[in-house]
């Protein structure tokens, strides 16, 4: 059997187990006795064993068999649950953790048996009282010689399914009862239940099964289930056809004796009623009638779909042609004065089309950033007892939505961030208690949209930034010279700390101090057209915000003039548009800067940074357009404003990456290319 196929989604589900047991088993940490819980991390183990299994990954199934053989013993409360307990069980994830990348790049699992790890469960299973495992073949049987094996008897009639089987033995038809057992060690129960089906119906009709065909479906169901069956064949070719499919340990049958429907009740309407329901009983199987009890339609499963990533960014493009289509009809509306009032309603009806269209996409685009911040409380968790400090992690906000391709390269940048508070912000617990602070230091990580932007905070309540020391450090280390530290503000001295090979832990430890700066954690935030900034107490704590773009795909953007070229701004940083007279230009340190409302603000002309020549006179007014990065306003000069438009951000590829202030291009209606400025980059 080709299991490739079947790769990709492999991959997705085992990653949304793993995240899911990580999380659990920190719930399980701090309420050992939480039944739900349990259940929860068996069933994801359980389900991770049986995937591993199906696609040939021996190493990754003996692990999580001892995984499950762990908790099926916590569950049936014959052992407790003990700290060390849990750190084997971390390591046991961070194991299917490495076979996961391994099989993510090379379809392989590797060659680490990470015996050990099994060893120590074992161990556990054994210091926990459990009793040693039996060979699945003989449990499955114990657990049959337990119970009465006749269970179709436990079945509870209605009167549907009464009037059902009465025709049917009207007819001379025989009606038996079956229970079915499959081995414990049958990896696809499911399955096995749809095989014996298909045979069974290959004799018969099944008219009940027990539990629900649902359940059974959806695995929901133990070892054994049972169906009662209407045949013209012997109860010896139905168990012989149901012994025949493979995982099954044993079937147990018999005529199935119940009270019939008597003559009186079945009335002469009813008889033929009677008939079609044993007719167009096949159809029905998969649903039984015992569903009908619970009144109301079923619940509605399975409403997610996962979709390539590659196929979406397909769909964004003809999105993005669309645009740039609707953009050239009213371009061409505008030029030729098309004063037909059927032209303009249809560019309407195409805007409001195309509108709605960007927003499906988008939102279909947007996951929550849920699936990058849970693996966070078990790190912290970590760093707590790397660190030796006392350490809680309260998290809010992780529905909050981002673009897809934004929230897969954001995680390392705020695990950065996480670990920086954890090492450097963090005091140890004697200075806390001397400081008469708490013992456990707290982060904090908080997600909220604001506008077109999704803001993330870490914040600490540990030691802030000593500006100092950072200044001390940056002149020891010839970043600044002596007297620019004099005339530099807290916070520039601050924003020094994002400058490249900047530490200032006192020794590398390998939580922060791995060669990944600050400086890249910026750069990464800048290359998602995001920025990152620091607000930092001495003695009261740190606080670092994230601000990313909610899309990186279709921007409103500001059109603007300089020197005869088109450029774009995103309005999401402009605060106003100013109209500044020369006059009131002023020099500070050979900068221009304008006053205005209480700020001073520094001009950039663009014709200058563009290398463009300016179409206004030196004595015209200036046109300002006022933008904002973070607590930093700057003026941007330019020459004619052009009006406010949607537009689709296309890349301008590795070949222009070096030109920072240049963040990408846009097609206009008429055809005509303009460059997309990036005014924190400006800034």
């Not at 079947?6 to 309420?31: G, M, P, S």
């Not at 529905?399 to 508070?421: F, K, Q, S, Y």
Request: aromatic residues 4%; contains cysteine; hydrophobic residues 40%.
């Amino acid at each position: 059997m080709d299991v490739n196929q079947y790769l990709e989604i492999f991959l997705d589900e085992t990653k949304e187990h793993l995240e899911n047991l990580n999380a659990q088993i920190l719930v399980l940490e701090q309420e050992p006795e939480n039944a739900d819980t349990i259940n929860e991390i068996f069933r994801a183990a359980h389900s991770l064993k049986g995937m591993a299994g199906t696609m040939g990954y021996k190493r990754m199934q003996a692990l999580t068999h001892d995984m499950e053989n762990v908790f099926s013993e916590i569950r049936n409360g014959t052992m407790k649950v003990k700290s060390n307990l849990i750190d084997t069980l971390f390591q046991c994830l961070d194991a299917l953790e490495e076979y996961t990348g391994n099989i993510q790049e090379t379809a392989d699992e590797g060659t680490n048996d990470n015996q050990q790890l099994i060893d120590q469960l074992n161990q556990f299973l054994k210091a926990g009282g459990a009793v040693e495992e039996k060979k699945p073949a003989e449990t499955a049987k114990a657990a049959a010689e337990d119970v009465s094996i006749e269970k179709w008897k436990d079945i509870k009639l209605g009167e549907s399914e009464k009037v059902v089987l009465s025709a049917a033995r009207a007819q001379g038809k025989n009606v038996y009862g079956l229970t079915v057992f499959v081995q414990e060690s049958c990896l696809l129960k499911a399955a096995r239940a749809f095989l014996v089906y298909k045979a069974v119906e290959e004799k018969g009709e099944i008219i009940v099964c027990n539990p629900p065909a649902q359940d059974i479906e959806d695995e929901r169901f133990d070892l054994d289930f049972s169906l009662l069956v209407i045949s013209d064949c012997s109860l010896e070719e139905i168990l012989q056809v149901t012994r025949n499919v493979s995982e099954i340990d044993k079937v147990a049958g018999a005529p199935y004796e119940f009270e019939g429907v008597t003559e009186a009740e079945t009335t002469a309407e009813q008889q033929p009623a009677a008939k079609t329901a044993v007719a167009a009983q096949p159809q029905n199987a998969a649903t039984p009638k015992a569903n009908d009890k619970k009144g109301g339609g079923k619940p509605v499963v399975n409403r997610t779909v996962r979709v390539d990533i590659e196929k979406l960014d397909v769909l964004m493009n003809l999105v993005s042609e669309l645009i740039i289509a609707k953009n050239s009809l009213v371009s061409a509306s505008s030029a030729e004065g098309a004063s037909g009032t059927g032209f303009k309603e249809q560019i309407e009806y195409l805007e409001s089309v195309t509108t709605n269209l960007h927003e499906s996409v988008m939102k279909v685009r947007m996951v929550p950033i849920e699936s990058v911040v849970s693996k966070f409380p078990r790190m912290i968790r970590d760093l707590s007892k790397k660190l030796d400090k006392k350490m809680e992690l309260y998290m809010s906000g992780e529905e909050t939505e981002l673009d897809r391709t934004v929230v897969d390269e954001i995680g390392d940048p705020l695990m950065h961030l996480l670990r920086n508070a954890a090492d450097h912000g963090l005091e140890s617990s004697e200075v806390r208690l001397q400081r008469g602070k708490p013992e456990a230091g707290s982060i904090f990580l908080d997600a909220y949209q604001d506008g077109n932007n999704v803001v993330i905070e870490v914040r600490d309540d540990g030691n802030g930034i000593d500006v100092e020391a950072v200044k001390s450090k940056a002149i020891e280390r010839g970043v600044i010279t002596p007297e620019q530290g004099d005339n530099m503000s807290e916070k520039d001295i601050i924003n020094l700390l994002f400058h490249a090979g900047f530490s200032t832990a006192k020794q590398i430890s390998d939580v922060s101090g791995r060669g990944v700066g600050l400086d890249v954690v910026k750069a990464k935030i800048e290359s998602l057209s995001g920025e990152v900034e620091v607000k930092s107490q001495l003695g009261e704590g740190s606080t670092w915000i994230v601000r990313l773009p909610l899309t990186l795909a279709i921007i409103q953007a500001l059109m603007v003039i300089v020197g005869g070229e088109k450029y774009a701004i995103s309005l999401g940083g402009i605060q106003t548009i100013e109209d500044i007279s020369p006059s009131e230009i002023k020099l500070v340190q050979n900068r221009e800067v304008i006053h205005l409302r209480g700020s001073v603000i520094p001009l950039i002309r663009l014709s200058k940074e563009l290398d463009i020549e300016s179409s206004k006179s030196p004595e015209e007014n200036l046109v300002v357009v006022i933008v904002k990065k973070g607590e930093k306003l700057a003026g941007l000069v330019i020459d004619e404003l052009m009006g406010q438009q949607e537009i689709v951000i296309k890349s301008l590829g590795k070949y222009i990456s070096k030109c920072k202030i240049i963040s990408g291009a846009t097609i206009l209606g008429d055809g005509e290319v303009a460059l997309i400025l990036d005014a924190n980059a400006l800034i």
